[in-house]
C-alpha cells in the first residue's frame, strides 16, 4: 500500500520533470504509443539521428539506414528492392518512414513487430536477408561507438544515469529519432482545413473516386487501415504475413501501406513490381472498371498527399559532423 503510494508520487514527480513531447498536433490523430521505458528528449532524438546517418552500425562502414531510407523520398529509396552489405539480394522493397510512430506493426508483412525498437534490430542484426550484416557483433557496435569522440557523452545524455552503450541503447533512440519523423503538411491537409485553392480541380475529382474506391483500406488520416489484405488471386513467391502465422489464408497477404509521400516512395508494391502510381492502381484488383482518365484522377489526388517540408526539413537531415547540439 504504501509502495504502492511511493511509486504513484514517484510517477508523479517523473511526469512533472518531463514535459510533454511536442508532436506537432497531426490532424485527428492522438499522440502515438510511446514504450514506458523509451520517453522522448531532445537529446536521444538527436543520438538516434547520428546513428541513422552512421554507416559504422555496419560491418563493413558503407551503409547506413540512410542508404535505403533517403530524405528525399520521404525516407524511401527508389529501387524495387535494396541488396544488403554482402549483396544478398534484397526481398522487399523500401518503405517510407513517414509517420512511422503511428503504426501498430511494422514492415509489409510482419505482425509481430510491433515497436520500431524491435524494428531497428531487423536491419542490422537480421540475417533474412542479411541487410546491415552486424549479426553477432552487437559487441563491435558498442566498441566503435565508444571510440568515437562524440557518442559517449552523446549516450549519457540521452541515458541519464547510464554510462553503457549496448544495442539496446542504439535501439532506443533510433526508434527516438523515427518517432519525430511527422509528415501531415500536404496540399491534401490544407484543402481539408478549408484553403480550396490547395488541390487543383482534377485532384479533387481524384478524390472522390478515391472516396469510394479505396478508402476501405487506405482510410484514416494514415491513409491505410494499417490490416493485411492480398491483391493478386495468384500469390506470388513472398508468402507475407502467412509467412509469419503459417495460415493458409494469410498466404500473399501485405499491409495496406500509407498513401502519404505516395509521389516520392516509388517503385511500389513490397516487390517494388509497380513502377508508377498508375501501376500500382492497376495491380489492384476490381480497377479494370476505371477510366485511364479516372486513373489519372486518382493519381493527381495522390500527388496532394506530398509533404514537400518533410524532405527537405533540416531537422531529418544529416547532421553536422559536429557532436549533436
Ligand atoms: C539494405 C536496405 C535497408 C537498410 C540499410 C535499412 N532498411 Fe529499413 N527497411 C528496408 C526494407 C526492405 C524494409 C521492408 C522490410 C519488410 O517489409 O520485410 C524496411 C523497413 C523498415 C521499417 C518499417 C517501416 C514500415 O512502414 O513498416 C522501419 C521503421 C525501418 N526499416 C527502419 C530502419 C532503420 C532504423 C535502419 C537502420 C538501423 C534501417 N531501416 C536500415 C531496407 C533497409
Ligand atoms: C482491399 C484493400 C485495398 C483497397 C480497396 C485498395 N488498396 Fe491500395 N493497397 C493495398 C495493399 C494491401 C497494398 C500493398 C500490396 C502489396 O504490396 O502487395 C496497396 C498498395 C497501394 C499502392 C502502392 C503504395 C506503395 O507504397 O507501394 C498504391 C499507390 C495504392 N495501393 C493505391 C490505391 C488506390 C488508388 C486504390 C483505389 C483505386 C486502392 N489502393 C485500393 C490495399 C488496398
Redesign the pocket.
Known amino acids: 500500500m504504501l509502495r504502492g503510494l511511493g511509486l504513484a508520487i514517484a510517477a508523479l514527480i517523473l511526469t512533472a520533470a518531463a514535459p510533454p513531447w511536442e508532436w506537432g498536433s497531426p490532424v485527428g490523430l492522438r499522440p502515438p504509443r510511446v514504450p514506458a521505458d523509451n520517453p522522448m528528449s531532445v537529446a536521444k532524438v538527436e543520438l538516434g539521428r547520428r546513428l541513422f546517418y552512421d554507416a559504422d552500425l555496419l560491418i563493413d562502414g558503407t551503409m547506413a539506414c540512410a542508404t535505403c531510407h533517403e530524405q528525399h523520398r520521404a525516407f ?1 529509396d527508389g529501387n524495387a528492392t535494396h541488396a544488403g552489405v554482402h549483396g544478398d539480394p534484397g526481398r522487399r ?1 523500401v ?2 518512414l513517414a509517420n512511422v510512430a503511428w503504426l501498430r506493426s511494422l514492415t ?1 508483412g510482419d505482425s509481430r513487430i510491433t515497436s520500431l525498437e524491435t524494428q531497428a534490430a531487423v536491419p542490422v542484426i537480421g540475417k533474412t536477408p542479411i541487410e546491415m550484416g552486424m549479426a553477432g557483433e552487437e559487441a563491435e557496435i558498442a566498441r566503435r561507438q565508444s571510440r568515437d569522440s562524440c557518442y559517449p557523452a552523446m549516450f549519457t545524455r540521452a541515458f541519464p544515469g547510464s554510462d553503457t552503450i549496448d544495442f539496446a541503447h542504439v535501439a532506443k533512440a533510433l526508434a527516438a529519432f523515427e518517432r519525430t519523423l511527422v509528415s501531415f503538411d500536404t496540399p491534401y491537409d490544407a484543402y481539408a482545413r478549408g484553403d480550396l485553392s490547395a488541390m487543383s480541380a482534377e485532384a479533387v475529382a481524384g478524390s472522390k ?2 472516396d469510394s ?6 482510410s484514416g488520416p494514415l491513409l491505410t ?1 494499417q ?5 493478386g488471386s495468384t500469390p506470388g513467391s513472398d508468402a ?1 504475413l502467412g509467412e509469419i502465422t503459417r495460415r493458409t489464408k494469410d498466404i ?8 502519404r509521400n ?1 509521389e516520392l ?7 517494388g513490381s ?1 513502377k508508377t ?1 498508375a501501376d ?2 492497376r ?5 479494370a472498371n ?1 477510366y485511364d482518365a479516372q486513373v489519372a484522377q ?1 493519381t493527381a489526388f ?1 500527388k496532394s498527399l506530398t509533404d514537400r517540408r518533410f524532405v527537405t526539413n533540416t531537422r531529418y537531415s544529416l547532421p553536422e559532423l559536429a557532436c549533436g547540439k
Not at 252 to 259: E, I, K, W
Open positions: 524511401a522493397n518503405p517510407g509489409w473516386l478515391f474506391d479505396c478508402r476501405s483500406c487506405h487501415d490490416k493485411f489484405h492480398r491483391m507475407g500473399g497477404r501485405f499491409r495496406s501501406p500509407s498513401l505516395v516512395t516509388g517503385p511500389y508494391f513490397h516487390d509497380a502510381i500500382a492502381i495491380l489492384h484488383p476490381h480497377t476505371l486518382i495522390l
